[in-house]
């Protein structure tokens, strides 16, 4: 975790050792989140996106028997939990008026929460107050895990966030199939 001199917290950095881990951590994520929060989730193909997102709805009460999937091709899943919790993928627009027919500013400006993908491909209507996550490959299972709170709001809860986060603790090793 990074804190500055005045023990206010910038931003802390994970290691997730394994899935397990990731899906963990996106379920303490989804507990914490409030209406209107939005999740900018950037790392290359296979980081570990979708993977948290599930964790993220579980732990605002999608049922597990919901299929948390990836909305590639549909740009926009939602799923109902404690709050809406709405999946953009936007890594298939080429610019922000083929979104024109979807609902993605009631994602991102509605009562729910939005979870995205390819945030940057919003360009300049990416809301600044909003929480980035990087996730980076380390090797086939580890990642790095980056998260931030942006704007006013999000930064006064960096504090409860990395204390939250930081108590996660996977109970059985992770382990490798065979």
Not at 36 to 59: F, H, M, Q, V
């Amino acid at each position: 975790m990074k804190e500055n001199s005045s023990k206010k917290v910038k931003g802390f950095l994970l290691n997730s050792p394994c899935e397990e881990y990731s899906l963990l951590l996106g379920e303490k994520i989804g507990t914490l989140l409030e209406a209107g929060d939005i999740l900018a989730l950037r790392g290359e193909l296979a980081s570990g996106k979708t993977l948290l997102t599930r964790g993220i709805a579980r732990g605002l009460g999608v049922s597990p028997e919901v299929r948390v999937t990836s909305p590639t091709f549909t740009i926009i899943n939602e799923y109902q939990g404690r709050l809406c919790l709405f999946h953009l993928d936007l890594y298939r627009i080429a610019g922000i008026d083929e979104l024109d027919t979807l609902p993605w500013r009631e994602a991102l400006f509605g009562s729910g929460a939005a979870a995205i993908e390819w945030p940057d491909r919003l360009g300049r209507l990416l809301p600044g107050g909003r929480w980035d996550i990087e996730l980076s490959i380390i090797d086939d299972e580890n990642r790095a895990i980056l998260i931030r709170g942006r704007g006013p709001k999000n930064r006064r809860r960096m504090a409860k966030w990395a204390e939250v986060l930081d108590t996660l603790r996977v109970e059985a090793p992770c382990q490798k199939e065979e």
